[in-house]
């Protein structure tokens, strides 16, 4: 399994895989996945693309899109949770702007 089909089996049924609907927690779970797959070497390129990328492109998304600017670099995360007022905003987002990431990534490879 790799990440795009994880995050679209969370999508789904969040609580299977995180015990309460806790954006942290979401984002602990996922890089635990990508540092276990990277640790066995079995990281697929959608992967690599993902854990490369996906910070600073939802940084750049999230600027343009929420009309809003971030002075430092950090993870997907606080950029997501500085523009959700709930937890539930944070995971619509996130699978929201996941979908977009992914349709951009595969474009670019087809």
């Known amino acids: ?10 999508k789904k049924r969040p609580l299977m895989f995180i015990r309460e609907l806790n954006f942290d927690y979401l ?6 996945f990508l540092c276990y797959s990277m640790s066995i070497q079995e990281i697929n390129n959608i992967d690599k693309i993902f854990k490369q990328e996906f910070h600073n ?12 600017s971030f002075d430092e670099q950090r993870g997907y995360s ?19 702007m996941c979908a977009i990431f992914f349709n951009e990534i595969h474009s670019k490879t087809d």
């Open 78 to 96: 606080f950029y997501i949770k500085s523009v959700c007022k709930t937890q539930q905003e944070c995971f619509d987002l996130f699978f929201d």
């Open 57 to 68: 492109w939802a940084k750049k998304w999230i600027e343009k899109n929420k009309n809003i």
């Open 1 to 10: 399994m790799d990440i795009e089909k994880l995050i679209e089996c969370i």
């Open 27 to 32: 984002s602990h779970f996922l890089s635990g």
